[in-house]
């Protein structure tokens, strides 16, 4: 594998265990305002470093969106609590344990949306489905610093350790 594809493997893996660790236990007693800060402190960490994430979404096991932060705009985040994810087909991996969604966000430069890419994670303790951790991933970024695509992101096999 590509070094650069293997970093950004490794980012997305790291990143994820860490904030799985930390969101396990709030999110398992639905305290939203425990993972709403563990996500923003989270963002606010990567402020001056290259990050291949524009945002961070939570979702409970109906896939409802409970907490969103962005890098870029945090009272549009905001805005999509509340809203779901379930009918949003999470395609499957088998390889590997994250879901690559594409998704078409409407905003004002962009009525008719543009085009996002964002990883998904399970967040499960034990047997039990606790949500998902979504990563809105920077699509500019990941052409220009780690060439890749929407196909490769899909190959990527990221696994939990």
Do not use: C
């Not at 800060?37 to 969106?65: H, W």
Request: glycine share 4%; charged share 30%.
């Amino acid at each position: 594998m590509d070094e650069r594809k293997n970093e950004l493997k490794n980012q997305i893996t790291k990143d994820y265990l860490l904030l799985k660790s930390l969101l396990t236990d709030p999110l398992e007693v639905q305290d939203r305002t425990k993972t709403s800060q563990l996500l923003k402190n989270f963002l606010t960490a990567q402020e001056g470093i290259s990050t291949p994430y524009t945002g961070l979404i939570l979702l409970d096991q109906e896939k409802r969106v409970v907490n969103a932060h962005s890098i870029v705009s945090d009272s549009a985040a905001q805005k999509m609590v509340g809203s779901s994810y379930a009918g949003i087909e999470f395609q499957d991996n088998e390889k590997s344990s994250h879901k690559v969604l594409t998704l078409f966000r409407a905003d004002k430069d962009h009525p008719m949306g543009s085009k996002g890419i964002e990883i998904a994670f399970e967040i499960k303790k034990g047997d039990t489905s606790l949500g998902w951790l979504i990563f809105q991933m920077d699509v500019a970024l990941l052409k220009q610093k780690f060439e890749i695509n929407e196909r490769v992101l899909k190959k990527l096999q990221l696994q939990e350790f």
